[in-house]
């Protein structure tokens, strides 16, 4: 990939596990730490995205905010209260029922670095982890349960990552990202 000069591409080593959804789970980690340790007064803003994506169409300056948050294309057409949120008690993600507005994709989410370092220092993957729990959507469950209680400056329709696994509504009339089709039984870590 050729870049301009003022443009500089960060790879950051992970860990490898077995699981997806251990590495999926570990990305909030990563996160916080290099906000700590390499990019806290480096850059503004800062978007997390899943690395199998494509895109369709530009995507501007509209993202640029304090905390931004996709709604889940998976939860978009569903009333509100049959959301997927994590229910357990037991789990730090979980949402009490009755609770709830959008259901956020953790696909694309993001803002000011000291917001994304809010989102991503909070331990309670870490936390249900240790305690034997995996909540319903990985580290999607924990993003949604911050997300409720701090909500984001921005909301991103579904256009912003549509899954190709769904059919799309007349309403979303633009797909800016969108879902690569996988099977996940195929992939090695």
Known sequence: MKLAPEKRLFIIPVQNYSRWQDISMNQMDIISNHIRTHWGY???????MYIDIQ??????????????????????????????????PESRAAIPSGEGD??????FY????SEVYKLTCFKGVTEDRANGIEAK???ESHLNKHLLYHKPTCLLSPEYYWDEELIRPHIIRVKRLSSVCKDLKEVRF
């Open 42 to 48: 480096k850059v503004d803003y800062l978007y997390s």
């Open 110 to 113: 993001g803002g000011s670095v």
């Open 102 to 107: 959008f259901y956020y994709a953790a696909s």
């Open 137 to 139: 959507w990985h580290k």
């Open 55 to 88: 895109m369709f169409e530009h995507i501007g300056v509209e993202i640029i905010d304090t905390l931004v948050g996709t709604i889940s294309s998976w939860q978009y057409t569903k009333p509100w209260d049959s959301n997927s949120y994590e229910r357990r």
